[in-house]
């Protein structure tokens, strides 16, 4: 059974940092596109950040240039580095799993982000 333990999470004040770690198993973690969601109270689940395969990465516009979203082939992990942290940032994130090539996407159970004023 595949799985993503996601860690890290934690509460932070407003400008700290926190490093979130998912680590993957029973899947060959090379070939799977990476992403990080995370989803408030009352939102819908968005996309934060990604990394493809070959390392290319996008983000969206409301963390970019203070998230950095890494992978460790070697260790079958993506991190994702918050810095600059803002309260708007507190949700629960999630790490996922894609290959779009057979359709197989995989979530992890989540992780609480609280970032306080």
């Known amino acids: 059974q595949v799985q993503l333990v996601e860690s890290g999470g934690g509460l932070v004040q407003a400008g700290g940092s926190l490093r979130l770690s998912c680590a993957a198993s029973r899947i060959i973690f090379s070939l799977y596109v990476m992403g990080w969601y995370r989803q408030a109270p009352g939102k819908q689940r968005e996309l934060v950040a990604a990394?493809?395969?070959?390392?290319?990465?996008n983000y969206s516009d409301s963390v970019k240039g203070r998230f950095t979203i890494s992978r460790d082939n070697a260790k079958d992990t993506v991190y994702l580095q918050m810095n600059s942290l803002k309260p708007e940032d507190t949700a629960v994130y999630y790490c996922n799993a894609d290959r779009i090539i057979t359709r197989q996407t995989f979530w992890g159970q989540g992780t609480q982000v609280t970032v306080s004023s």
């Open positions: 990394i493809t395969t070959g390392g290319s990465t």
